[in-house]
């Protein structure tokens, strides 16, 4: 089955720092890969999603990257704000039709 | 539409006791997923219906745990009996028929077992 892991578990930066988060999937078959928002106390909602047929996908202050040949993909926050600290979790589309998340990652703006 | 709802939004319950976990999806979408997420293990799929039909349910840590899913609008997860273990946050997802759209999620059931 699909297995997704995602890094670092912990980010710390600066307000109006850039953040990256990465991933790595094992199916190559996969082709939808979205990207949650989940604040503390939250539910995880959907921020962006990018499809296989592109390699990246911008909205705003946000970017998706998407490498199928390596089998990675990757966020992209630029100009951070105090208020883009939450965990992100990534997440790949596996073969029956659900989708695999990654383990988290708490980002941490510092104003 | 309202979203995906879920039901109650917080319980406590003492050991041994049964507990039901309530969830309406967004109409018109064909799968329904249930997670369960803590600190330590982060977000566990615990079953997946589509089309009301149980079609994954490996991820159910045992039998106290039991989903339904009657018609397309209504699916509850029974817990019975309750263990301090079990406290975590539930999160009930939709999707339309084909993944490719993304889940949403309700806003949870965080249950507390003491």
């Known amino acids: 089955g699909e297995n997704v892991e995602q890094h670092p578990s912990t980010l710390s930066v600066q307000e109006g720092d850039s953040a990256v988060i990465k991933c790595t999937y094992s199916?190559?078959?996969?082709?939808?890969f979205p990207w949650y928002k989940q604040e503390l106390g939250k539910r995880p909602q959907l921020i962006i999603d990018i499809r296989s047929n592109v390699g990246e996908k911008k909205d705003q202050r946000i970017a998706v990257t998407l490498n199928k040949t390596a089998k990675h993909f990757s966020l992209h926050i630029t100009e951070t704000q105090p208020e883009d600290s939450a965990v992100y979790f990534c997440?790949?589309?596996?073969?029956?039709?659900?989708?695999?998340f990654g383990g988290g990652t708490r980002l941490m703006v510092k104003p | 539409d309202a979203g995906v709802i879920q039901s109650p939004r917080h319980e406590v319950t003492e050991m041994g006791q049964e507990v039901t976990l309530r969830c309406k999806p967004i109409s018109g979408h064909n799968s329904l997923f249930w997670y369960r997420q803590t600190m330590m293990r982060g977000l566990e799929l615990l079953i997946y219906?589509?089309?009301?039909?149980?079609?994954?349910d490996s991820g159910m840590p045992e039998d106290r745990f039991s989903a339904k899913m009657p018609n397309a609008s209504f699916s509850t997860l029974k817990i019975q009996p309750s263990e301090p273990r079990d406290s975590a946050v539930y999160f009930c997802?939709?999707?339309?028929?084909?993944?490719?759209?993304?889940?949403?999620f309700g806003s949870g059931t965080r249950l507390t077992v003491v």
């Open positions: 997802a939709s999707s339309p028929s084909t993944v490719l759209y993304g889940y949403t």
């Open positions: 997440a790949a589309e596996n073969a029956g039709n659900m989708l695999t």
């Open positions: 219906f589509n089309n009301n039909v149980p079609i994954d």
């Open positions: 199916d190559s078959a996969s082709n939808y």
